[in-house]
């Protein structure tokens, strides 16, 4: 039997935040063939404001690994949004993970499992993991961490 | 009516910097089925010149957006050298915006709209904007801005 | 007459490392359609350990190509093992090399080229070299360089 992510967001009692208005010239989602790609998201919360701060500085490992997760609810919410039904999707197929770090810490991989684990729990282990790089860089508006995806889509009946 | 890009380019007055030479092992642009990938480019200057200098410390926000537009300008003038004609190409589907800044510079995205806003000029707001991500990094030759690309080509008649 | 990449490592005498258990929730490849998705590799010596440092610090230009070419070895070590015989592989589409380096650093694609030569030694000039952006930012275990890719594979006969 299909996963169905739709009800598992609500099984596991997610509460999505506001899908985020584009802050620049591009498109929340794009789909092309088969593929659905996702703008790079940050961290919203429930009322619409960005998580912020350095991992390494402000915010510690397990701090951003929280933003990473905050990532994926606000990514599912874009899609939802903008896209549709999350039963489209076939499965995650590459994610680009980045941390808006101190330039020696060196654990991106441990934060950006917070967004990776979310989506193995919404559309399954087999579907939901994918090709992964989780790396450090200097992020917008002094997030911690922003996420950017390409899912595969099923076939239209 | 489809929109022409050469067209548009002349009616704008843009003017191209010469195509750059690949900078180490790899291509300048690869076709793919119905995809054209462009390797990160650079803003190349009229006189085949790189800009330099860190958004942040030596260039402002605006400095870095005209960069950006730049940055564009080559692209183009590497599709145009190393593909053929842009009306080719369908649409932009996903752009990673890089700003060679320092690390509490926060408004990458208005950077890359220099990039971004070329793109709608040239290709049409429907075809020329797609997914992006605009994020903060340490670029090669200290220049200000390195975008790379994927577009989607009209199939072959 | 197609170029044999397995055999090609066995005549240039090329010592591949153990193939890296994955450091957090992701598949290390992924094949979807036609095209083969490779997580971002770090660059795992004979012996299972990381190769460390930062490039512009601890390691200079060279000892970063160096680190470069050995994320390489690393890669068909996990291609090899993870999906199989090399020769099923009909290109290198696209590379993101991203080296650990200081603020400062400027030959990123000096270094990542450690990579892209390998590449051409063993798929050819041809089919082994695709678009590519070389660039600096912070990178998990302190490693110096990162490369993740993607390839095109043959069509099942």
């Known amino acids: 039997m299909k996963n169905d992510p739709d009800l598992r967001i609500i099984e596991l009692g997610l509460i999505l935040p506001p899908s ?10 794009l789909v092309v063939g088969q593929f659905l790609y996702v703008s790079g998201q940050g961290p919203v919360m429930s009322d619409g404001l960005l998580m912020k701060g350095k991992v390494g500085a402000e915010l510690g490992k397990d701090e951003g690994k929280l933003a ?8 599912l919410s874009t899609i939802k949004t903008h896209f ?17 770090c101190t330039s020696d810490f060196d654990q991106q991989p441990a934060v950006i499992n917070g967004f990776s684990e979310l989506m193995a729990e919404v559309f399954g282990e087999e579907n939901g993991i994918g ?5 450090g860089m200097t992020l917008p508006s002094n997030i911690p961490v922003e996420v950017e995806a390409m899912f595969e889509l099923y076939e239209e009946q």
Chains 1, 2, 3 share one sequence.
Do not use: C, F, W
């Open 20 to 29: 985020p208005k584009p802050a620049g010239v591009y498109r929340p989602v």
């Open 68 to 75: 990473a997760r905050q990532v994926g609810l606000t990514m």
């Open 84 to 100: 549709g039904e999350l039963k489209k999707i076939k499965r995650l197929v590459k994610v680009l993970g980045m941390v808006n």
């Open 131 to 135: 090709v992964r790089s989780a790396v």
